[in-house]
Nanobody, 120 residues
Framework: VQLVESGGGLVQAGGSLRLSCAASGRAFSSYDMGWYRQAPGKEREFVASIIWSGGSTYYADSVKGRFTISRDNAKNTVALQMNSLKPEDTATYYC??????????????WGQGTQVTVSS
């Protein structure tokens, strides 16, 4: 699976951005998808995830109520709608695809990242 993020940019505090992640390769619909971010000098942290069917989503407390993750298995894409952005949301955002076969094999793929900068 290859992942390509897009949609990052510079936005003022309170504004919105929509990140997209396009996946190529087989069996996209069998992967749980997630968004992570990494700010300069900090470790990469979890932002949001959505299971393979789209039936469940999970969010970090810091973005709950402001960000929404969604997926379109027909188009092999996952999106992160980010509203009410804050300067502390500034980071490089990474798309992740994860699949645990249940037989001791885990497939874990990352995109190259897209920069989000929120000005105060």
């Amino acid at each position: 699976v290859q992942l390509v993020e897009s949609g990052g940019g510079l936005v003022q505090a309170g504004g919105s951005l929509r990140l997209s992640c396009a996946a190529s390769g087989r069996a996209f619909s069998s992967y749980d998808m997630g968004w992570y971010r990494q700010a300069p000098g900090k470790e990469r942290e979890f932002v949001a995830s959505i299971i393979w069917s789209g039936g469940s989503t999970y969010y970090a407390d810091s973005v709950k109520g402001r960000f929404t993750i969604s997926r379109d298995n027909a188009k092999n894409t996952v999106a992160l709608q980010m509203n009410s952005l804050k300067p502390e949301d500034t980071a490089t955002y990474y798309c992740n695809a994860l699949r645990d076969t249940g037989y001791g094999t885990t497939y874990d793929y990352w995109g190259q990242g897209t920069q989000v900068t929120v000005s105060s």
